[in-house]
């Protein structure tokens, strides 16, 4: 089964740190986007992030720019979402999907490999 397997997600505090991690599983990783999403309660699920096949161009949304950095080890298969100055409205499930590259309005129907997500909550 091709999927990504995210880790990484925990409770910490308002203005701490957390580095998710989004291993592939079962498929090529190479020469695909990658993008982060989030889910948070009772809302829908929402773009994060990406970054294209070899690192050369990522992208942002706007609560996400300046505070979160994505970057990709090919070698090892995964993608890296580092956030800082965490806000409890960043209280979500993340999860990470492939796509030919960054589509970057985010539409889930054109990223592929969905995995089951890691809970990051910002609570003091």
């Known amino acids: 089964q091709s999927r990504f397997v995210e880790s990484g997600g925990g409770l910490v505090q308002p203005g701490g740190s957390l580095t998710l991690s989004c291993a592939a599983s079962g498929f090529t990783f190479n020469g695909v986007a990658v993008a982060w999403f989030r889910q948070a309660p009772g809302k829908e699920r929402e773009g994060v992030s990406c970054i294209d096949t070899e690192s050369d161009s990522t992208h942002y949304t706007e609560y996400a720019k300046g505070r979160f950095t994505i970057s990709r080890d090919n070698a090892e298969s995964t993608v890296y979402l580092r956030m800082n100055n965490l806000k409890p409205e960043d209280t979500a499930i993340y999860y990470c999907?492939?796509?030919?590259?960054?589509?970057?309005?985010?539409?889930?129907?054109?990223?592929?490999?969905w995995g089951q997500g890691t809970q990051v909550t910002v609570s003091s």
């Open positions: 999907a492939t796509a030919g590259w960054c589509f970057t309005d985010y539409q889930e129907r054109v990223y592929n490999n």
